[in-house]
C-alpha cells in the first residue's frame, strides 16, 4: 500500500501572514513539520503543497519534495485535493502546516488502523481536550464507538 503525506502551506493567511516561515529555534515552521512527518516510517513520500514560491524553494532547499497549488483554495484540504491529482497513492494523510510537535508515531498509528479498516475513507486524529475554552483550537464529539458526530 503506498501511503503518502500531504501538508498544505500557504503564505495568506488572514490571522498571521507568512506562518509557515515563521522561525521556530533557527528553523521555518513548515521546515519543521516536514522533518517531524518524514520520521514516520510508514510514509512513502511526503509532500508540501503550496501555492508559494518561496515556500516551495525553501522546501526544496532543506530536501523536501513541494507541488504547487492554486492560490484560490479556501482550505488545506482543497489545496492537497489539487496536489494529488498527479500521484498514485493507496492513502493520502494530510497534516497540518503547524503541527510542528507532530508525533510521527500518531500518524503511524492512523496508517495502521486505516489498514485494518479498509472501509473507512476518511479518519482524524483526535486526544482529549485539556482546556475546551479555548476558541482557536478545534473540537471533536465522540459517540460511544468513537465515530466523529
Known amino acids: 500500500m503506498k501511503v503518502i ?3 498544505p502551506a500557504r503564505m495568506l493567511s488572514s490571522r498571521f501572514p507568512g506562518k509557515p516561515l515563521a522561525e521556530i529555534e533557527g528553523l521555518p515552521m ?3 513539520v516536514l522533518k517531524r512527518a518524514s520520521l ?3 510514509l512513502g513520500s511526503v509532500f508540501v503543497a503550496t501555492d508559494s514560491e ?9 530536501g523536501g519534495k513541494a507541488i504547487m497549488t492554486s492560490t484560490k483554495h479556501q482550505t488545506g484540504t482543497d489545496r492537497i485535493a489539487e496536489a494529488i491529482k498527479g500521484i498514485k497513492y493507496d492513502l ?12 510521527p ?4 498509528r492512523l496508517i ?4 485494518r479498516e479498509r472501509s473507512v475513507k476518511f479518519a482524524t486524529l483526535v486526544c482529549k481536550a485539556r482546556n475546551s475554552g479555548d476558541v482557536t483550537d478545534c473540537k471533536v464529539v465522540l459517540d460511544q464507538d468513537d ?3
Open 5 to 7: 503525506g500531504l501538508i
Open 30 to 32: 513548515i521546515i519543521h
Open 40 to 42: 514516520c516510517k510508514e
Open 54 to 62: 518561496e515556500i516551495s524553494r525553501l522546501v526544496e532547499h532543506h
Open 92 to 103: 493520502a494523510i494530510n497534516i497540518q502546516g503547524d503541527e510542528v510537535l507532530l508525533n
Open 105 to 108: 508515531d500518531d500518524i503511524s
Open 112 to 115: 495502521r488502523a486505516m489498514r
Open 147 to 149: 465515530n466523529i458526530l
